[in-house]
């Protein structure tokens, strides 16, 4: 029998009610242990992320996000020495379940452009820790960046869909091919970062919504040929705004910009990257619905099967917080860049999130351990991923900066 997309949703609703009404009960009551840490605890815990899954089509993004999260508690977060030991050397196991799938440089053309989330950490803990086993890996997923398709704009596609471009690669591939080019190929630097803005201003150029929203559509394609997305417009964009895709694409405003350094050089693509990034946030302001959280499919709240979404969510809190505690948000200069709030106005709305997320995404399993629930996988077509990384990275990420804005 074939169930709804609806009402698989309601169903799995129905039977973890009770662990939810649990958790936020329980929510409201401060916890001595950072969430962040009892997340990574349990992500531990079930052995997540370990290796690339090929029957996952989302394993190699979340290897990517999962290290980034790992590496922002090992920086960010008072641990205790047996604490940090732990995080290192699971953050090692990930790291190394990644390289069988990245040395193939003729395959890393042809894979999604996910896999250079996963460069952009290597090449973090190479700087970090001078360990030349990272090189192999970082120099075939540069050898793969420079056969991409593009098109004819500039942008790359992001899989093997010809001439499709969408949000989904802009937290991999702008940051990497920004932090290779400045730890390896300085000559050429300054060219690449402009490439990498370039990726993110031919988003905005194709798919930001002219209908007053400013939201941005899923993707592009130039020729008006893919039609997954239905009748595509004049300017080729798709007909929905998927709201994780917008995540990715404020967490890689953030990422290109801490690959790009803040010399005289490069102010003209910083201003572009952070009034981008400004614009969008918001944007994300604008439309939280009222509990806190963010529809999966941004511009259209009333659709059958739509739902409110934890990874997008906890994206949009971490990008909040992450972007007012350093400055890109609530300033003088951002408003000057199309900000429209002040600093605490996100801390609020990042706040409020944050609460929806640990009352309704956030599981408690009674051993322990929590995990995560309420991740579509795409759009509204495919069923809730029950403890999937997408969403417990991001609620991780979210939690380690309410952490630093403690001390």
Same mark, same amino acid.
């Given at each position: 029998?074939?169930?709804?997309?609806?009402?698989?949703?309601?169903?799995?609703?129905?039977?973890?009610?009770?662990?939810?009404?649990?958790?936020?009960?329980?929510?409201?009551?401060?916890?001595?242990?950072?969430? $962040?840490?009892?997340?990574?605890?349990?992500?531990? %815990?079930?052995?997540?992320?370990?290796?690339?899954?090929?029957?996952?089509?989302?394993?190699?993004?979340? /290897?990517?996000?999962?290290?980034?999260?790992?590496?922002?508690?090992?920086?960010?977060? /008072?641990?205790?020495?047996?604490?940090?030991?732990?995080?290192?050397?699971?953050?090692?196991?990930?790291?190394?379940?990644?390289?069988?799938? &990245?040395? /193939?440089?003729?395959?890393?053309?042809?894979?999604?452009?996910?896999?250079?989330?996963?460069?952009?950490?290597?090449?973090?803990?190479?700087? +970090?820790?001078?360990?030349?086993?990272?090189?192999?890996?970082?120099?075939?997923?540069?050898?793969?960046?420079?056969?991409?398709?593009?098109?004819?704009?500039?942008?790359?596609?992001?899989?093997? =869909?010809?001439?499709?471009?969408?949000?989904?690669?802009?937290?991999?591939?702008?940051?990497?091919?920004?932090? =290779?080019?400045?730890?390896?190929?300085?000559?050429?630097?300054? $060219?690449?970062?402009?490439?990498?803005? &370039?990726?993110?201003?031919?988003?905005?150029?194709?798919?930001?919504?002219?209908?007053?929203?400013?939201?941005?559509?899923?993707? =592009?394609?130039?020729?008006?040929?893919?039609?997954?997305?239905?009748?595509?417009?004049?300017?080729?964009?798709?007909?929905?705004?998927?709201?994780?895709? !917008?995540? #990715?694409?404020?967490?890689?405003?953030?990422?290109?910009?801490?690959?790009?350094?803040?010399?005289?050089?490069?102010?003209?693509?910083? +201003?572009?990257?952070?009034?981008?990034?400004?614009?969008?946030?918001?944007?994300?302001?604008?439309?939280?619905?009222?509990?806190?959280? #963010?529809?999966?499919?941004?511009?259209?709240?009333?659709?059958?099967?739509?739902? &409110?979404?934890?990874?997008?969510?906890?994206?949009?809190?971490?990008?909040?917080?992450?972007?007012?505690?350093?400055?890109?948000?609530?300033?003088?200069?951002?408003?000057?860049?199309?900000?429209?709030?002040?600093? %605490?106005?996100?801390?609020?709305?990042? %706040?409020?999130?944050?609460?929806?997320?640990?009352?309704?995404?956030?599981?408690? =399993?009674?051993?322990?351990?929590?995990?995560?629930?309420?991740?579509?996988?795409?759009?509204?077509?495919?069923?809730?991923?029950?403890?999937?990384?997408?969403?417990? !990275?991001?609620?991780?990420?979210?939690?380690? %900066?309410?952490?630093?804005?403690?001390?």
């Amino acid at each position: 029998m074939h169930l709804s997309p609806l009402f698989a949703l309601l169903h799995l609703g129905v039977a973890t009610a009770l662990v939810q009404e649990r958790a936020a009960r329980s929510y409201a009551t401060p916890y001595s242990t950072p969430r $962040a840490v009892t997340m990574l605890d349990s992500i531990i %815990e079930r052995q997540q992320g370990i290796a690339v899954a090929s029957s996952v089509k989302t394993s190699v993004l979340e /290897n990517g996000l999962l290290m980034m999260g790992i590496s922002a508690m090992l920086e960010n977060l /008072n641990l205790s020495q047996a604490q940090t030991a732990k995080y290192e050397a699971y953050l090692d196991v990930v790291t190394s379940g990644t390289f069988p799938s &990245l040395l /193939n440089v003729t395959a890393d053309r042809t894979t999604p452009l996910d896999e250079f989330s996963v460069g952009t950490q290597l090449v973090q803990q190479y700087l +970090k820790s001078g360990n030349e086993t990272f090189l192999a890996p970082i120099h075939a997923l540069h050898q793969a960046d420079l056969i991409r398709n593009r098109q004819l704009d500039g942008s790359y596609w992001y899989y093997v =869909y010809t001439n499709v471009t969408t949000q989904d690669g802009l937290f991999s591939i702008p940051a990497f091919h920004s932090l =290779y080019a400045r730890e390896f190929d300085e000559e050429n630097a300054l $060219a690449a970062y402009q490439t990498s803005a &370039l990726q993110f201003s031919n988003i905005v150029d194709r798919c930001l919504a002219h209908s007053g929203s400013n939201l941005l559509y899923h993707g =592009y394609d130039p020729t008006r040929s893919f039609r997954s997305w239905g009748n595509l417009t004049a300017r080729g964009h798709s007909q929905n705004v998927w709201g994780r895709a !917008v995540g #990715w694409t404020c967490t890689g405003l953030l990422a290109t910009l801490d690959a790009i350094p803040d010399v005289p050089a490069t102010q003209v693509v910083r +201003k572009e990257l952070l009034s981008i990034f400004a614009q969008l946030m918001t944007t994300l302001v604008r439309t939280q619905h009222t509990s806190g959280a #963010w529809w999966q499919v941004m511009n259209s709240p009333n659709r059958t099967g739509n739902y &409110l979404e934890s990874s997008a969510t906890g994206l949009f809190a971490y990008s909040m917080l992450r972007g007012t505690r350093l400055s890109y948000l609530g300033t003088v200069e951002s408003r000057e860049n199309g900000d429209a709030f002040t600093a %605490e106005e996100y801390r609020t709305s990042a %706040e409020k999130a944050y609460v929806w997320l640990g009352k309704n995404a956030v599981v408690e =399993y009674g051993n322990g351990t929590i995990g995560y629930n309420l991740t579509v996988d795409y759009y509204v077509a495919q069923p809730l991923k029950q403890n999937g990384l997408l969403g417990e !990275v991001g609620f991780m990420l979210t939690d380690v %900066e309410r952490q630093i804005a403690k001390k």
